[in-house]
């Protein structure tokens, strides 16, 4: 069974730094991609932030320079590094992951980061940049 769990949200303020933790499930030998995706009421869920098995990573264009996406294999743990957080960060953070995928070109990877392409997601973790 694939659990993601997500933590590290909280109440922050503007220009801090904050990073996010989500564990995920592995299946020996199985390639996967793990994202990172942000959603406020009344909108779409937005890609943030990718990584596949071999570490291929790939950020939204909007966030590049601000987002960092690691992961430790050897504990199954995924990280969102956020620096120089805005308002506009205001969000519910969800972590998600689909099996058997991997990111073949810079292009697929753009591709993936978006939230139809995951079918597995944790539950979320708030995070709230205030003024």
């Known amino acids: 069974e694939v659990q993601l769990v997500e933590s590290g949200g909280g109440s922050v303020q503007e220009g801090d730094s904050l990073t996010l933790s989500c564990t995920f499930s592995?299946?020996?030998?199985?390639?996967?991609?793990l994202g990172w995706f942000r959603q406020v009421p009344g909108k779409e869920r937005e890609g943030v932030a990718a990584?596949?098995?071999?570490?291929?990573?790939v950020v939204a264009d909007s966030l590049k320079g601000r987002v960092t996406i690691s992961k430790n294999n050897a504990n199954n743990t995924l990280w969102l590094q956020i620096n120089s957080l805005k308002p506009e960060d205001t969000a519910m953070y969800y972590c998600?992951?689909?099996?058997?995928?991997?990111?073949?070109?810079?292009?697929?990877?753009?591709?993936?980061?978006?939230?139809?392409?995951?079918?597995?997601w944790g539950r979320g973790t708030q995070v709230t940049v205030s003024s």
């Open positions: 998600a992951q689909e099996m058997g995928s991997e990111f073949y070109s810079d292009d697929d990877a753009r591709r993936k980061l978006a939230a139809g392409m995951y079918a597995y």
């Open positions: 592995t299946y020996a030998n199985m390639r996967y991609i």
């Open positions: 990584i596949d098995r071999a570490d291929r990573t």
